[in-house]
């Protein structure tokens, strides 16, 4: 079996308030097959692994999961768009990240398209459901073309798929939360992804398979272990319970979807979920999505350090006083430059270490970038003990390469893009720990710089990495 894929790429574009669901139950049809579980696609070697435990080289871990069928699917008519919502959290409200790279996808779909059918799906990093699908770019879209259909014509087919994407250009990043921060408004805190058969259909309509019911309506195994708020269940975040099987996503609770296209254009329900007898089922649909850490998310997501030990806190050798978020200042006079500052830059993560430094205005002079496993001073290390010219907030001391900032002379800024010629990453400790930067550099001319006699030195603020 052919699988071939497209792939565009496009910016994220945030969404509205919410539109007024209209009921739409003539749509949802009965699955009367067999759902059956095609595999995994694995993008990067053009092959198929035929069983359901398919993705244990994707993830490290579920990232969205509403797989908890309840015996429907949604039958649109030729040319007809559904989109759906969720989300992902972000650190702030249980969430592994801020940023993730999605490398796996499942989706599940009813078809009377004889032997195979063509799909597209896309996915959109901001979306509120019924907001206008076709307003929003993409972060990703994808043309699924020799999937499975329903046999011979007339007979409908039913087919959970996996695409593994892992080792390839095709992954896409999702910020936790759209924008890596939890406001509790589905318009700024949902992820959306959109389903069409791209070629007509034989017979019938066909469409995505209907899924979540944490209440346990329709299928009891929905409802074992939900999490906060009864949405949640199957999705490894720590916050939110991370039970395994089958589960009803995070964002569910809008219960409603969008149609466009095909006649059914507007936002829709099944005419309302509830504890009550004979309840509608819950207007979401199978969708499933594994990754892990991602980087470069529009809300930030790069696990970068914390800066402390600044030269405005009174503490500076000769009294002076160094700008906010600087070190002691350096130069002629006592005040002299404001201190220099040193940023972090990149992502502090074993998985994907980028990490860096910038250090800006500083003066003229060489330094030399210097780490530690802990900080030293007064409390915690945050106020530094005076050395020279400036703070030493750093032990024990290893030294990285020389660097020469020529920032006094007009240069923006110096990068340091890895300690010791190798990756900061490399010289952390193991996950959860912490390492501690600073700048040292020559600071001549300086009359706070050991006023008594000896070498003329300075420091930036510093540091606190902790590495995932």
């Not at 059956?36 to 490290?60: E, I, N, Q």
């Not at 259909?149 to 939360?177: K, P, R, V």
């Amino acid at each position: 079996m052919l699988l071939r894929f497209t792939l565009s790429a496009a910016g994220a574009m945030v969404l509205a308030s919410t539109a007024a669901a209209q009921v739409q139950t003539g749509t949802m049809q009965p699955i009367t097959s067999p759902v059956k579980d095609a595999g995994t696609y694995h993008m990067a070697t053009g092959t198929w692994t035929r069983d359901t435990g398919a993705t244990a080289l994707v993830g490290p871990s579920q990232l969205y999961d509403n797989t908890c069928t309840v015996g429907y699917y949604t039958g649109l008519p030729d040319g007809c768009t559904m989109a759906d919502s969720g989300r992902i959290p972000s650190q702030d409200d249980g969430g592994l990240f801020d940023c993730y790279e999605v490398n796996c996808f499942t989706v599940a779909y009813c078809t009377f398209e004889p032997v195979v059918t063509t799909l597209g799906l896309a996915y959109y990093d901001s979306y509120a459901n019924c907001d206008g699908i076709t307003a929003a770019s993409p972060a990703a879209a994808y043309a699924l073309v020799n999937v499975p259909g329903g046999g011979t014509a007339g007979t409908i087919g039913c087919w959970i798929l996996t695409f593994n994407l892992t080792n390839t250009t095709f992954t896409f990043n999702l910020g936790g939360n759209a924008d890596g921060t939890y406001d509790n408004v589905p318009s700024t805190d949902h992820f959306g992804w959109s389903w069409t058969q791209l070629v007509p259909t034989t017979g019938s309509d066909a469409g995505p398979i209907l899924a979540g019911d944490p209440l346990g309506n329709f299928n009891v195994s929905c409802g074992l272990a939900v999490a906060a708020n009864g949405q949640g269940a199957g999705t490894d975040h720590p916050g939110w319970g991370g039970a395994a099987g089958p589960g009803t996503g995070i964002g569910t609770e809008l219960d409603q979807f969008e149609f466009n296209g095909g006649g059914l254009t507007g936002c829709f329900w099944f005419g309302g979920y509830n504890s009550s007898a004979g309840s509608n089922p819950l207007g979401a649909f199978f969708h499933k999505l594994d990754g892990g850490e991602g980087t470069g998310c529009g809300g930030g997501g790069e696990n970068q350090g914390t800066p402390f030990c600044f030269g405005d806190t009174g503490n500076c050798p000769g009294g002076a006083v160094g700008n906010a978020g600087a070190g002691c200042p350096h130069g002629a006079g006592p005040n002299g430059a404001g201190g220099a500052v040193l940023t972090p830059t990149g992502d502090a993560n074993f998985g994907n270490d980028t990490y860096g430094f910038s250090v800006t205005a500083g003066p003229s002079s060489l330094g030399i970038l210097i780490q530690g496993a802990n900080p030293i001073g007064f409390p915690n290390g945050n106020n530094g003990v005076p050395d020279s010219a400036g703070l030493f907030c750093v032990a024990p001391q290893l030294r990285g390469f020389i660097e020469f900032t020529n920032l006094g002379a007009g240069s923006d800024e110096a990068q340091i893009d890895d300690f010791q010629g190798q990756p900061f990453g490399a010289t952390a400790q193991p996950v959860g720990s912490s390492t501690y930067n600073q700048f040292w550099f020559r600071d001549t001319g300086n009359p706070n710089a050991n006023p008594g006699g000896g070498a003329e030195f300075n420091f930036s603020n510093a540091v606190e990495t902790e590495w995932i």
